[in-house]
């Protein structure tokens, strides 16, 4: 299998299964000296672990994560950073029954078409859990970011039907789904236990935010910083959509209304609007980044569906097991930690781009 790295100059390798021994990551291209520690990165893993809510996975696992090289006495050293986080309560045999048909909205057919079989326990390499590696790698490129100012965080905007109409970030960690709104998070929980009573299951919209980054991040052509935002998103199992700024709605808008036109305050040149996102020709423009990712239902449902055997025969299938009704709220961290993998990753791009930072860099 190829496909298991991203980034070019902070690079990270995923690895593992759901119902494997373990799950990881390697980070090549972490500078050397930044302070980390197992807790901070655990922080984040804490987010993003299974069985803390009743809208989640029952599934219980206490994730905790075991940096195995790249620091020393507290500082990244410069060479890869190897963080492992074992697996504990998997049932595997809640799968069985699928083992030999394919789930409708799963991997299943398409992993059986391309390998020849697949790890049918929990959807194996498909599964959400590996996002378990990208949660640790992103937070150390958050803690690398955080060394210029950068501040990322992320919030769930939908459920369902669901949309917040209002804005409070401190309560965005209040509430086991992420919402800025306790209007819309008390909506949202009630939609969620319907269609926890009616065995089905919700998507929904998570928003993604960085304050304070730099201008001049991203390449004018195939490396924009929104089409590695795109990638990044989209790799997500669940993704179906992404957009930056307007998004789709600047397709309605006309330019004199989806331009964003610029300023100066005190000798400082900045937008008067945000149209874009903070993105103009594929490079941040010094104003937030703000963006929308679409996730689909979870697949996995308890109700029937139709679907076949290996061998083409019909049935009728209910899946069993542990699974979110709604996988939005804790994707919320993930799309944190893919915001950071990128942005750090351009950020060191960015250090040698002109012959004045690279003079600088070793004056």
């Given at each position: ?33 930044l302070?980390?520690t197992?807790?901070y ?63 409708p ?6 992993f059986?078409?391309?390998?020849g079989?697949r ?8 599964s ?23 501040d990322?965080?992320a ?47 919700a ?12 201008a ?32 789709f ?7 004199s ?23 103009l ?9 703000f963006f929308r ?11 029937p ?10 049935i ?48």
């Amino acid at each position: 299998m190829s496909g298991s790295i991203f980034g070019k100059t902070f690079q990270i390798s995923t690895w593992g299964e759901s119902h494997g021994k373990a799950v990881g990551v390697t980070i090549d291209g972490c500078p050397a000296g930044l302070p980390l520690t197992e807790s901070y990165v655990q922080a984040d893993l804490d987010r993003r672990r299974p069985g803390q809510n009743p809208f989640g996975t029952m599934r219980k696992e206490t994730d905790q994560v075991t940096i195995l090289s790249g620091v020393f006495e507290g500082r990244t050293t410069g060479t890869p950073i190897a963080m492992i986080v074992y697996n504990g309560d998997h049932h595997s045999a809640d799968y069985r029954n699928i083992a030999q048909c394919f789930r409708p909205g799963h991997a299943d057919f398409t992993f059986t078409q391309k390998y020849g079989f697949r790890d049918y326990r929990g959807g194996g390499r498909s599964s959400g859990r590996e996002t378990i590696a990208r949660v640790a790698a992103g937070a150390v490129a958050r803690k690398l970011l955080a060394e210029f100012g950068v501040d990322i965080y992320a919030y769930t905007q939908s459920i369902g039907p669901v949309t917040c109409q209002s804005f409070d970030r401190s309560y965005i960690q209040q509430n086991p789904l992420s919402m800025p709104d306790p209007n819309a998070y008390e909506k949202a929980a009630s939609f969620l236990e319907e269609q926890k009573r009616v065995l089905d299951s919700a998507g929904g919209i998570v928003c993604g935010v960085a304050e304070g980054v730099p201008a001049g991040l991203g390449e004018p052509v195939f490396d924009k910083l929104d089409a590695r935002f795109a990638q990044a998103m989209v790799s997500l199992g669940a993704v179906k959509g992404f957009e930056m700024g307007d998004g789709f709605a600047a397709a309605a808008h006309a330019g004199s209304e989806n331009n964003d036109p610029f300023t100066a305050i005190d000798g400082k040149i900045q937008k008067t609007s945000n149209h874009s996102g903070g993105v103009l020709g594929g490079i941040s423009d010094g104003s937030s980044l703000f963006f929308r990712v679409a996730f689909k239902p979870t697949p996995s449902i308890s109700r029937p569906q139709q679907t076949v055997s290996a061998d083409g025969t019909p049935i009728s299938l209910e899946i069993h097991g542990r699974h979110d009704p709604c996988i939005v709220p804790r994707a919320v961290v993930v799309v944190e930690a893919m915001t950071a993998l990128v942005l750090a990753d351009l950020l060191l791009e960015n250090a040698h781009q002109t012959l004045d930072r690279l003079k600088k860099a070793y004056s």
